[in-house]
Antibody, heavy 118, light 108 residues
Framework: QVQLVESGGGVVQPGESLRLSCAASGFTFSGYGMHWVRQAPGKGLEWVAFIRYDTNIKYYADSVKDRFIISRDNSKNTLYLQMNSLRAEDTAIYYC???????????WGQGTLVTVSS | ETVMTQSPATLSVSPGERATLSCRASQTISSNLAWYQQKPGQAPRLLIYGASTRASGIPARFSGSGSGTEFTLTISSLQSEDFAVYYCQQYNNWPPLTFGGGTKVEIK
């Protein structure tokens, strides 16, 4: 059974850092690109970042560029999102999602909530 | 950036009726469009990709159509489990991948 499980969310103050993890199982993790997508409370979906299966390509949304870093450890079947200089507008549920052919998201995790508040 | 616009924002439909949701792209995206369903408290679920191909396990009452800039998701006969928010997403011009603002399908 294909599964993605996020962890690492919590409450932080503006300017602080947080690292999210996404544990993958049920598929060959090292063969697929992975994304982070977020959803602010009561709002729509926003794509955040992408990493190719071999880590050689990484893309970011302008809203997080230079603050967030996507990475992965294929030996641990785990995706990460290092979030630095957090702002109130980064408050959201963060989902990891499996990429399908550099196109859409065919598997989603259950999400982890990040709250940035003083 | 390709902006995706969904309409209407809310659609009130009775069970058993047909629902038609629209999605418009600010520039042509060929057929590079996906649809997702999201129920309260849950992650999104892939319904349609390639504008018209149903994902694995998706019932035949869900159908997608369109190409270029205009797309439609049709639910032929709404079941109780179909009341949810639906998002379109383009993957023709990225980064960034972009979503529409969503259409909430509610019980009339």
């Amino acid at each position: 059974q294909v599964q993605l499980v996020e962890s690492g969310g919590g409450v932080v103050q503006p300017g602080e850092s947080l690292r999210l993890s996404c544990a993958a199982s049920g598929f060959t993790f090292s063969g697929y690109g992975m994304h982070w997508v977020r959803q602010a409370p009561g709002k729509g979906l926003e794509w955040v970042a992408f990493i190719r299966y071999d880590t050689n390509i990484k893309y970011y949304a302008d809203s997080v560029k230079d603050r967030f870093i996507i990475s992965r450890d294929n030996s641990k079947n785990t995706l990460y999102l290092q979030m630095n200089s957090l702002r109130a507008e980064d408050t959201a549920i963060y989902y990891c999602a499996k990429d399908q052919a550099l196109r859409y998201f065919d598997v989603w995790g259950q999400g982890t909530l990040v709250t940035v508040s003083s | 950036e390709t902006v995706m616009t969904q309409s209407p924002a809310t659609l009130s439909v009775s069970p058993g009726e047909r629902a038609t949701l629209s999605c418009r792209a600010s520039q042509t995206i060929s057929s590079n469009l996906a649809w997702y369903q999201q129920k309260p408290g849950q992650a999104p679920r892939l319904l349609i990709y390639g504008a018209s191909t149903r994902a694995s396990g998706i019932p035949a009452r869900f159908s997608g159509s369109g190409s270029g800039t205009e797309f439609t998701l049709t639910i032929s006969s709404l079941q109780s489990e179909d009341f949810a928010v639906y998002y379109c997403q383009q993957y023709n011009n990225w980064p960034p991948l972009t979503f529409g603002g969503g259409t909430k399908v509610e019980i009339k």
